[in-house]
């Protein structure tokens, strides 16, 4: 796996204390009129190194404020993790760089104290964890609080944050990560979810699912959090059944649980949909680079006609492209919709890479990256479809840079990266983040997005 030799050969040499913060060049004001419109695509990070991995989220006690998270190549002598932060709604933005290596992760509660999260590992390599810091105003932070660790030559990867920013909820304001924990050198692995209650500062780790042991195997986590505290792990599940870990025969299961007590228990791994695992590499590039495929969950937290739907987006293999789909659910993770493709139906180009968010009032909003201008689908640009009602159906796609970006022009890794990030400034603007690098070097952290009214 090509993300976790990189981490862990630079976490031998970087785990040292939090580099100097530095500010990039401002860019236009980033807005656009009359509505609808597509936001002026607006890079978000600069310095001359791979910046990639961009998850975002949004203050909700102030929403110009953004934070956003990156594999920062340019923060290589006091880590490799990049936290940026715009105070104006995404015009210009403010690095500091963490002293942590890999899987960037962002988040708010509702006092407005912003949670960064990542992973590094010891000076041998052999032993990782995952570490939270907090700000309580987006510059100075705390000390990092381990959140995920498990003893012995472990690795926790494929990691997530939620915070529960729901004013109704029992548990406001309580922090959750997940991860696949990696045990005895990657032969097991493990769903693992930790919370907080005290802001960050203590935390308490729980399994979700038993251990799987090769070639059985779970990947790619991520977290959600309902208007009632409830709170949802997806993750991607290869049975024992297969020839070779990673799915590598095509067997790729999309699981759920559910805790209803703050993530102190857990439902029994239920099954969302069965996919056809998306190839890696990803097709068409030479040098070949990696392309994992994240069940991204979200939940319709608002008080409109599908509150407390949820949906999971993510890409599939249709034995000629990858096609980014969403599946909802309405009872909350029992019963699953049939997978709804994003692009039409007749389309034959790459798509892959998506995020989903809910706005405040129950609009859905998905972005993801998509080869379709570009015939000899290579080149990609990105992409969002919004719906309206309840995920059923999604509108048209808005294409939101007219940039080409080449996946194979990614800097010193043959990488590009492993995610995109998108949320919502109130309910008419949609923001995106992805990786970029149409500059013809290396991959940047580009901002964009629509403002729909």
């Keep these: 796996m090509k993300r976790m030799t990189i981490s862990v050969a630079l976490a031998v040499a970087l785990f040292v204390a939090v580099h100097a913060r530095g500010q990039t060049p401002a860019p236009a004001e980033f807005t656009c009129s009359p509505a609808p419109c597509v936001l002026p695509p607006t890079q978000a990070s600069e310095g001359g190194r791979i910046v990639t991995d961009p998850l975002i989220a949004t203050d909700p006690l102030n929403q110009k404020e953004l934070l956003l998270g990156s594999f920062d190549d340019n923060c290589y002598s006091s880590g490799a993790l990049g936290f940026h932060l715009s105070r104006d709604g995404g015009s210009t933005w403010t690095r500091y760089c ?154 790729a299961h999309v699981m759920l649980s559910r805790s209803t007590d703050g993530g102190n228990t857990w439902s029994a791994p239920r099954l969302i949909t069965r996919a056809q695992y998306a190839p890696s590499p990803l097709p068409n590039t030479s040098p070949s680079v990696g392309v994992d495929d994240y069940p991204v969950i979200a939940v319709d937290d608002s008080g409109g006609p599908y509150a407390g739907n949820l949906y999971v987006a993510m890409f599939t293999w249709t034995g000629t492209h990858l096609q980014v789909q969403v599946s909802r659910s309405t009872d909350d993770g029992v019963t699953w919709s049939g997978p709804v493709p994003l692009a039409s139906l007749d389309a034959t180009h790459d798509q892959f890479f998506p995020a989903i968010s809910v706005s405040p009032t129950g609009r859905v909003g998905v972005s993801w990256l998509d080869r379709r201008n570009d015939p000899g689908d290579l080149n990609y640009q990105a992409f969002a479809a919004f719906s309206d009602d309840g995920g059923q159906h999604f509108g048209a796609n808005w294409q939101l840079t007219t940039a080409f970006s080449n996946p194979d022009t990614n800097g010193d890794y043959n990488w590009m990266g492993d995610y995109t990030g998108n949320t919502w400034r109130g309910d008419n603007t949609f923001i995106a983040a992805w990786m970029d690098s149409s500059n013809g070097v290396d991959m940047q952290e580009v901002v964009g997005g629509v403002r729909l009214k």
């Excluded at 988040?107 to 907090?134: E, M, P």
């Excluded at 105003?137 to 690795?155: E, V």
């Excluded at 399994?207 to 309902?226: C, K, L």
Aim: overall charge negative; charged content about 20%; proline content about 5%.
């Design 98 to 251: 963490m002293p942590w290596t890999y899987e960037p992760h962002v988040g708010y509660d509702r006092h407005g104290t912003a949670y960064a999260a990542g992973g590094y590992c010891n000076d041998y390599g052999d032993h990782c964890v995952l570490a939270v810091k907090s700000s309580k105003d987006g510059g100075h932070w705390s000390k990092s609080a381990i959140a995920l660790r498990r003893p012995g030559l472990t690795y926790p990867f494929e990691t997530s944050l939620t915070v529960d920013t729901n004013p109704g909820s029992p548990r406001v304001n309580s922090v959750y990560v997940s991860g696949i924990m990696w045990l005895n050198q990657g032969v097991d692995n493990q769903v693992l979810v930790s919370h907080s209650t005290d802001g960050g500062v203590s935390w308490k780790q729980v399994a979700v699912d038993q251990v799987q042991t090769y070639p059985a195997e779970d990947r790619y986590t991520r977290t959600a959090v309902g208007k009632d505290g409830a709170v949802y792990v997806s993750w991607l599940h290869c049975p024992a059944a297969g020839t070779d870990e990673s799915c590598s025969d095509g067997a």
